[in-house]
Each structure stands twice: as structure tokens, then as C-alpha cells.
């Protein structure tokens, strides 16, 4: 099976929403946005703006019909600044014009002044000074005072980790046409109801006249979670205001500077563990790095608890949380969702107290791998044996004791060069934490031809989920995967629907789209019934026609569809899927949140130049519990590209802010270096290993989710790089502080040396 976009993408002829011919008399927006981290704005003067020639209106919050609220979880983030900022970026006002350049030219000539306020990046003075988006949340199991009382070895430390720009090839971009009373817009939005819901609010209109469509996005990665609504809403407002159809799309500069990023993250640890390595204790607080508005940062802070204890079973954990507001763009959705940051933490540990009991790191890990049947601190079972097995079978993949050896030897013949190695263990959980955001709907057409079409919720970001959506209808229906099309993803057709995110967007609408098939099914095999004159039950549909007991009938599938049609039976059907078996209650902080999990090991090897600091990943093994796979060739990708995605986020990828104004400095691709082909691994191995059996109606048809939880892989880099840097020398000590930076490798390096 293949991915049904690559020959569009390679041809060049793939449609993204900046590439939709504007209608006669669509005009550009451009959004001017606040040049201050935090302050009070005293006067706004748009006037010298509107004179200029080809603008046709310059929106501010007083425009602004309904609510000046665009927030989804906590709502405290308005659309446009009204009497404060709180960052660099901030939307303030938005121009209209006859061109884009028109636009660009007019935001100039808007003046603010603003009185500044005190601002702040670093979480932890943000919690010092009592500035949390909702209070600390707490996930414990155990007793971890008497616990840590009764360890051999308490290891306490810091571990930070940085933010992640996403860098989707598509920037946010939007397109909105009026109509009779209503909007249409086209997103590049992981979540078209949002956009919808939020555009009636703002507008002041009821959802149902606001209609999102969305055809595919040129990636998002989390980004487009939340952070694709203020632009599609911006454009919607300036639809409703002038009649004309509107289209936004960010300039790269201002989508790097404008929008949030992963999380950073700064974290204290205590780990405890008796004489033999097992982990007996862990404690664990977490201060995310926000940004200025809530975003999705309570739901991501959520899953950092959830996945504090890594692919480890620890007994008694007290692992707390505090989302720190500061004064930088609002951070959000990543790849991982807080589950990355929580992972470093744990693995930085287990290498600190490596270090410091000498008992080896692989050996401390291996101790304490989840095992079939351990529980989580927040009360869900274990049910598989995937992170030990996956483990084992990565041992052998990756040769470890030989290449434990070897690499022993490496170091021992060469002064400036040294190799390290590392092991990753990955257990990731999936669903929505949110319980009610896991539900999909499907609408599925059979054509009079016999073709079908396919609308559900899910976007189509470059993941491939629209193949696999296809794949599934062509499955029930026993046709070619050439019959079926999945339509873009529009909320007339599909409703309410949750974003594509959290890796379950194949799981949860697949399925859907799967039972709407299957209701169309058992009507069409009713009419063959009919025509064969035997039971529907003794019939199935196989290779484009019906079949009996004793083989292929003469009822072709578009024979059956056309008699069907003529008597007047329904070939359209819809259908909604809800993830079975979770829950989850807050006020105890104990449940079954997640349907399943997803586990699997990577072996990393690298190579660093001690003289230059600089580094060279060699390999990477990886042995991943896929489930029964669809798409072979999709999930390699995935595979592929969230494990480069993740060493870059440990390594190379380094947000930096001016100290005095808060402003980001890594805001062009000149001063952000993300992983090329030249760096990624020069030899990645990656076994698709099946696993546990999921029950019926989890997963989609056996295979498991796949977008997120190979980015994980990644880690293992940073803890690569440091073990060869230990190679060089002993006392190397970079802190647990990722990314990796090669001036970061160096200066541990050399600093330490000479003392
Ligand atoms: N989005 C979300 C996510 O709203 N809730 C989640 O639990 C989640 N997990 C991963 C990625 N996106
Ligand atoms: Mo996400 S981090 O939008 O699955």
C-alpha cells in the first residue's frame, strides 16, 4: 500500500489552502502585532494606516462583534489585544487591503504606545511569584516519605528541557468567502470545530452559519491544533466586517515569531532505588514554561504527569506540575504532547544516579521496565509485555554487547574522536486525555457507479490518515482502494468532531468511517438477498462481487449497488465511534485514560569530535510495536521522520530569547538550525514488531497509533552524546540540559578539563 498523496505532492500538484484561486475582490490581511513582551498599551493609532492606498479597513478589538475571547480550555486569550499585551507577537490589529504588499506596507504605518510592565521567561520566577494558569496538579501513588526513608541510594537533581519550533512546511494560512449570512473558511487547522466554534464567537453568530473546510495541511505536528484558529478567525472577522472574501497567510518570520512552540521545561527529581538499582522512589516537579495564555498547556501539563514514570514501574511516585505563565508566545501542542519532556526527566535521573552508585545506566533501566501487569501511578494496568520484549529484541538488533565492546575499544585507540551508546525504552499512551475528545464521526456516499466517497473528522497533514481511511472502506466493501475518495474535511458534513491529534486520528475516524460501511453493507447484502432469492446472512462481498457458500455469484458490486439504488435503498450512511473502555476522574487523579499503549526500544550510537564538540549519529536501532500494521510504507515514515524530529529536539534545535526585551532570537532559519539529510542518523534499523492483540474496536484493525510515540526514539541521542563525552572525560558535566548543542558538548568538555 502506498500513501495516496506522494505522487501529487512530487508532481507539484497537491492543493493547500494558500493555493486556492482567490475570487475577484478577495482582500489581504496582514496583522499587526505587539513589539512589546508585556505592557500597557496607552494609545494605538491605525489612522495614517487606513489612508493608504488599497486598505480597505483596519480591524481592532473594538470591531469586534461578539466575544474577544478566543480561548478553548481556559479563557483568558483574547483575539486581539485590547488594553494590555503580554507578548512579543501578539496580535493587536489586522489590515486589510487590496494586495498583500498594500497590506505588509500599512501595518508599518501603525503606531503603538505602550507602558512596560514587567516581564518574565523563566517558569520557575513565574511560579515564585504566584503566576500559575491553574493551580498545581498532583499525580501520587504510594508512600514517598517513607519510601525515599527506606532507599539505599536518593539521588536528587535538575533536568531542563527546551522548546521545539514546529516548522511545518505550510504556514498558518486561511482563506474565508462570505456568503448569505454566513462564512466559509478554509483552514490549514488540525481542528476545523474549533475554528468553527470559536469564529461564531467571535463573530457573535451561531455555529451553524459558519462552515470550516479543510482540504490537507502541509504538516502541523501540534501546531495547527490550536494555533491555526486567531488567523482563520481574523480572516472570518474580516469577511463578516467588509462582505468580501479574505485570505491571511503568515509570513515564515512572523509564523515563527507569532505562534507557540513545545513547551520548555525545568524540573527538580528525586530518585530513590534499593541496593540492586530497582527504583523505589520517584518525586518529580515539572515547571512548564506556558507562555502568555493558557492554550492547550493544562491539557499538555496532564500528560507530562501521565507519562512521568517513563517505560519504568515505580511504586511510589509524587509527581506535581505547575503551568507558569511568562511572557513569550504562547506555547502548545507538539508531538508528544508533555510527554517527551516528562521522559528526559526520568531517563536524566536513572543517569544521574548511574553516575553516582556506578551502577550502569542500561543495567538501572533494565531493573525497573514496566511489566505485564504493574500499574500506573495514576491507577491503569499495564496489560502488555512490549517494553521488555521491544527492549530485548533491540538488544539483539543492535548487537549491544558487541557493540558495547567495540565501542570500548574505539574510545581506547582514539584521543579526539569517542563513540557512545544508549538505550530508549518508550511507552507511550494513547487517547485523548481529555476522555470526551475521543469520538469521530463518519459520512460515507456509495455512488450510483459503485465509486465512494468518505467524509470524517480527520485532517490530512502529510500522516497519510486519508490512506488509511481508504483503505479500511475498501476492506468492508471488498473493492479497490481506487473506488474510494476521501473528501476534505468540512464541518457541514462532519460535526463537532475532535482534532486530529493526540496519534489517534487514523484510530478514532477510521473506525467510524469503517462502521458507516458497515451499516451500508448490511443493506446492499439485504438486496442481494433479494436478487439471489437466499439469505442476506449467507452472502458476503469479495473481490467487487457478491459471493454464496459455494463461490462467486454473478452479482457484480456495481450491479448490486445500481439494484439497490433501484429499490430504493439508502446508500449513504453516517456513523459515530467513541473509544471504549476510558475514563478518567480528576478529583482522585486515578482511571484508565488511555485505550492502549505504545512501547518499543531504540538503540542510539554516535560519534563526537571532542576537539569541535560537534557529533554525528551513526545508528539507530529500533524495534516498535506497531500492532498488525495497514500501511507498512506509512508508519516507516512516521517512524523516520518523528525519530529525526526528536534528535533534532534533544540536539540541535535551540530557542533562545533576548535577556532585556523577551524577544525571540531564534526567529529565522538563519539562527534555528533543525536536522538536515546530511545529519540524520546514517544508518537507521527499524523492526515493526506486532505485539499485544487489541480487543475489538481499539486500535484500527489491529494496528496501533503511530504518529507520536516514535519521537521518543530521539532522546536516546542526548544520552548517546553524553556518554561519549564521558569517554573523553570524566568529569564532563553539561547538566541534564537538552538540546545538546554542539557549543554546549564543547564547552563541557574543556571547561572541565583544565581544572
Ligand atoms: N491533544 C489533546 C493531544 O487535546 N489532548 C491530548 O491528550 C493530546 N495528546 C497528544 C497530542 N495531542
Ligand atoms: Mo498533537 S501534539 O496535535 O497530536
Known amino acids: 500500500m502506498k500513501h495516496f498523496d506522494a505522487k501529487l505532492h512530487v508532481k507539484g500538484k497537491s492543493i493547500f489552502t494558500g493555493d486556492i484561486p482567490e475570487p475577484e475582490g478577495t482582500l489581504h490581511a496582514a496583522v499587526f502585532t505587539s513589539p512589546s513582551a508585556h505592557g500597557k498599551i496607552v494609545s494605538l493609532d491605525v489612522s495614517t494606516a ?7 479597513k483596519v480591524i481592532t478589538a473594538e470591531h469586534i462583534p461578539g466575544e474577544n475571547e478566543i480561548g478553548n480550555i481556559v479563557m483568558d486569550e483574547p483575539l486581539l489585544a485590547e488594553d ?77 528541557t527546551g522548546g521545539q519550533e514546529h516548522l511545518y512546511l505550510e504556514t498558518q494560512s486561511a482563506l474565508c468567502l462570505p456568503g448569505e449570512n454566513t462564512v466559509h473558511i478554509t483552514s490549514s487547522t488540525q481542528s476545523p470545530s474549533y475554528v468553527q466554534k470559536i469564529a461564531a464567537r467571535v463573530l457573535g453568530i451561531p455555529i451553524h452559519l459558519v462552515q470550516v473546510d479543510v482540504l490537507r495541511l502541509g504538516g502541523a505536528f501540534g501546531g495547527k491544533e490550536d494555533q491555526a484558529t486567531p488567523w482563520a478567525v481574523m480572516a472570518a472577522l474580516g469577511t463578516h466586517l467588509t462582505g468580501r472574501p479574505v485570505r491571511l497567510v503568515l509570513k515564515r518570520h512572523e ?3 507569532n505562534t507557540g512552540k513545545r513547551h520548555p521545561y525545568s524540573s527538580d527529581f528525586t530518585i530513590g532505588l534499593d541496593d540492586q538499582g ?53 506555547n502548545t501542542a507538539f508531538r508528544g504532547f508533555g510527554g517527551p519532556q516528562a521522559m528526559f526527566v526520568m531517563e536524566a535521573a536513572i543517569h544521574k544516579a548511574s553516575m553516582e552508585t556506578g551502577i550502569p545506566v542500561e543495567v538501572i533501566q533494565k531493573a525497573n521496565l514496566l511489566g505485564k501487569g504493574d500499574t500506573f501511578p495514576y491507577g491503569m494496568e499495564y496489560t502488555c509485555d512490549e517494553v521488555r520484549s521491544s527492549w530485548a529484541l533491540a538488544e539483539k538488533l543492535a548487537d549491544f554487547k558487541e557493540t558495547k565492546h567495540n565501542i570500548e575499544e574505539y574510545n581506547s585507540n582514539h584521543r579526539y574522536f569517542k563513540k557512545g551508546l544508549s538505550v530508549m525504552p518508550v511507552c507511550f499512551g494513547i487517547s485523548f486525555t481529555t476522555t470526551f475528545l475521543n469520538q469521530a464521526n463518519a459520512l460515507v456516499h456509495v455512488y450510483t457507479d459503485g465509486s465512494v466517497g468518505i467524509s470524517t473528522g480527520a485532517v490530512e497533514m502529510g500522516q497519510g490518515v486519508n490512506s488509511r481511511i481508504r483503505q479500511i472502506a475498501a476492506e468492508v466493501f471488498s473493492i479497490p482502494v481506487e473506488r474510494t475518495r476521501v473528501e476534505s474535511t468540512n464541518t457541514s ?42 439469505k442476506a446472512d449467507k452472502l458476503t462481498l469479495k473481490n467487487s462481487a457478491v459471493w454464496n457458500h459455494s463461490g462467486q455469484t454473478d452479482l457484480s458490486w456495481e450491479q448490486l449497488v445500481k439494484a439497490a439504488y433501484m429499490n430504493r435503498t ?28 505504545v512501547s518499543g526500544t531504540a538503540v542510539t550510537e554516535v560519534t563526537v569530535d571532542c576537539l569541535l ?64 539529510i546530511s545529519f540524520a542518523p546514517s544508518e537507521v534499523k527499524i523492526i515493526f514488531s506486532e505485539g499485544e492483540q487489541l480487543e475489538n474496536g481499539v486500535g484500527l484493525k489491529g494496528s496501533k497509533a503511530i504518529g507520536e510515540p516514535p519521537f521518543m526514539y530521539g532522546i536516546g541521542s542526548w544520552f548517546a552524546i553524553h556518554e561519549a563525552m564521558k569517554a573523553y572525560n570524566s568529569h564532563a558535566s553539561p547538566g541534564y540540559v537538552a538540546p545538546m548543542t554542539p557549543e554546549r558538548v564543547l564547552m563541557a568538555l574543556s571547561t572541565e578539563k583544565t581544572k
Open 278 to 330: 530497582k527504583i523505589l522512589a520517584w518525586k518529580v516537579n515539572y515547571f512548564q514554561n506556558s507562555g502568555a495564555v493558557s492554550d492547550l498547556s493544562t491539557a499538555i501539563l496532564e500528560r507530562t504527569l501521565f507519562h512521568s514514570t517513563s517505560s519504568y514501574f515505580v511504586p511510589n511516585v509524587f509527581a506535581t506540575g505547575y503551568c507558569c505563565r511568562t511572557n513569550i508566545a504562547p
Open 50 to 56: 487606513e489612508k493608504l492606498s488599497g486598505v480597505i
Open 84 to 160: 494590555t499585551v503580554h507578548f512579543i507577537g501578539e496580535p493587536v490589529a489586522v489590515v486589510l487591503a487590496e494586495t498583500r504588499g498594500q497590506a505588509y506596507e500599512a501595518i508599518k504605518s501603525i503606531s503603538i504606545e505602550i507602558d512596560e510592565l514587567d516581564a518574565v521567561i523563566d517558569p520557575r520566577e513565574a511560579a515564585e511569584r504566584g503566576d500559575l494558569i491553574v493551580p498545581p496538579r498532583t499525580f501520587s501513588c504510594g508512600n514517598i516519605e517513607k519510601a525515599i526513608k527506606d532507599c539505599s541510594y536518593v539521588v536528587n537533581g535538575t533536568a531542563e
Open 613 to 676: 564538540g560537534i557529533y554525528k549519529i551513526d545508528k539507530v536501532s529500533i524495534v516498535h510495536h506497531s500492532g498488525n500494521q495497514l500501511n507498512p510504507l506509512i508508519d516507516l515514515g512516521q517512524v523516520e521522520g518523528a525519530l529525526l524530529q526528536g534528535i533534532g529536539w534533544v540536539t540541535m534545535e535551540e530557542l533562545a530569547w533576548d535577556k532585556g526585551s523577551k524577544r525571540l532570537l531564534a526567529d529565522a532559519l538563519a539562527t534555528y538550525k533543525v536536522p538536515d
Open 493 to 534: 458534513r462532519t460535526a463537532n468532531t475532535s482534532p486530529t491529534a493526540a496519534s489517534s486520528g487514523a484510530d478514532m475516524n477510521g473506525n467510524a468511517a469503517s462502521n458507516a460501511c458497515k451499516e451500508i453493507k448490511g443493506r446492499l447484502l439485504e438486496v442481494a438477498g433479494k436478487v439471489l432469492h437466499c
Open 255 to 257: 509564523d515563527l515569531i
Open 570 to 597: 439508502a446508500l449513504s450512511s453516517s456513523a459515530h465511534y467513541a473509544t471504549p473502555g476510558i475514563h478518567f476522574d480528576k478529583t482522585k487523579e486515578k482511571g484508565r485514560p488511555f485505550a492502549y499503549h
